[in-house]
């Protein structure tokens, strides 16, 4: 299992939120590039950069912190926040991401996306699915749809999408456990799906028990902050 240690990124500033909540925001280095390279140097091979700004605007704002981690470290980095147009794609391909990070884009308008996905490549792209009660939720967590989790999942193997993750609402930033049983059902139903746990992690038991349910990864983020997981820890998945 992957261990993807995520950055939230306002102003330029390293951040993380609560519930998704920007009056909830906590400023934890001005530096995203310093804290990526702490990541590298611990053998993090993985980053989830997220551009705030750019969710919150409608277009990707913070491409410049991710061209900077891309060129100062050799981390593989999956960008997503404000990817609206193939104009923003582009931006964050020519900026060193791997990875595309796509989540309300997929809901609102997917003949867009599968346009992405024949123009760049279905193995350039990582699907966020946000859910709450087994719904898909958009928009920065604002607004609930009647889509249920499993049939967007199927939807999206079935044009070709290979990576996924997922992130329970309810859990985001609030560590108070991932969502185990929404994975295990999610996983008993895509056993081949390349899978990622996100939200809710807060020790290193939450890491160990959503390896020994079968995800391929997991993004960490205020845990590692709050150093309720330190990265010593984590050398065993690394």
Wanted: hydrophobic share 40%; net charge negative; aromatic share 10%.
């Amino acid at each position: 299992m992957e261990i993807i240690p995520a950055i939230d990124i306002i102003d330029g500033k390293c951040v993380r939120l609560t519930h998704g909540d920007f009056d909830k925001k906590k400023i934890y280095n001005k530096y995203p590039g310093e804290v990526a390279k702490i990541f590298e140097a611990a053998g993090i091979r993985r980053l989830h950069l997220v551009d705030l700004d750019g969710a919150k605007e409608g277009t990707v704002r913070n491409w410049k912190v991710l061209e900077t981690i891309a060129i100062q470290t050799t981390l593989t980095i999956d960008f997503g926040g404000g990817i609206k147009s193939e104009k923003d794609v582009q931006i964050v391909f020519d900026s060193g991401a791997a990875l595309a990070t796509i989540g309300s884009i997929a809901v609102k308008d997917p003949e867009l996306f599968e346009s992405w996905l024949l123009r760049f490549g279905h193995s350039k792209f990582l699907l966020g699915a946000d859910v709450k009660d087994e719904k898909i939720t958009i928009s920065g967590w604002t607004q609930q749809t009647e889509i249920w989790i499993y049939d967007f999942i199927q939807s999206y193997i079935d044009k070709g999408i290979q990576q996924i993750f997922c992130t329970d609402v309810a859990k985001d930033g609030a560590m108070e456990g991932p969502s185990l049983e929404l994975y295990k059902n999610i996983l008993l139903k895509f056993p081949v799906l390349h899978f990622i746990a996100s939200g809710g992690v807060s020790n290193i038991d939450d890491v160990h028990r959503l390896h020994d349910i079968g995800c391929k990864g997991v993004i960490v983020g205020k845990a590692l902050y709050e150093e309720k997981i330190s990265l010593s820890e984590l050398k065993p998945y690394l």
